[in-house]
C-alpha cells in the first residue's frame, strides 16, 4: 500500500501560484510515475500533469507553460507548482502513484484549489 498526502491548496486571486506537495509513504518502491489529476465542479477527473522515474514529464495543454510538476526524492514528495491561475483551474486537486508490477495505483484525499476573478 502506498499512502498519499496532499497540501498547499487554497484560495488565490487570478494570476497568483500555489504550490501543492504530495507526500507519499508505505510501499513506494518502483513507483513508475506520479501525477496530479482534478476535478472541477460538474465536470469529470481530468489529467494535469504526470512525472515518471526518469523525470519525464507531460501536462495537460491547458496547463503548459503555467504549472511545472517535479520531484524530490529524498522526500518521497511530488510538487506542483502554479502559476498564472486562472478562475477555471479551480478544482479539487488529487495526487496519484502508479506502479506496474505488482499493479497498483494509488489516489490522494484532495486538496481544493479555489481562483477568485
Known amino acids: 500500500q502506498v499512502q498519499l498526502v496532499e497540501s498547499g491548496g487554497g484560495l488565490v486571486q487570478a494570476g497568483g501560484s500555489l504550490r501543492l506537495s504530495c507526500a507519499a509513504s508505505?510501499?513506494?518502491?518502483?513507483?513508475?510515475?506520479s501525477g496530479w489529476y482534478r476535478r472541477a465542479p460538474g465536470k469529470q477527473r481530468e489529467l494535469v500533469a504526470t512525472?515518471?522515474?526518469?523525470?519525464?514529464?507531460n501536462y495537460a495543454i491547458s496547463v503548459k507553460g503555467r504549472f511545472t510538476i517535479s520531484r524530490d526524492n529524498a522526500k518521497n514528495t511530488v510538487y506542483l507548482q502554479m502559476n498564472s491561475l486562472k478562475p477555471e483551474d479551480t478544482a479539487v486537486y488529487y495526487c496519484?502513484?502508479?506502479?506496474?508490477?505488482?499493479?497498483?495505483?494509488?489516489w490522494g484525499q484532495g486538496t481544493q484549489v479555489t481562483v477568485s476573478s
Open positions: 508505505g510501499s513506494i518502491f518502483s513507483i513508475n510515475e
Open positions: 496519484n502513484a502508479f506502479r506496474r508490477a505488482p499493479y497498483g495505483s494509488w
Open positions: 512525472i515518471t522515474s526518469g523525470n519525464t514529464t
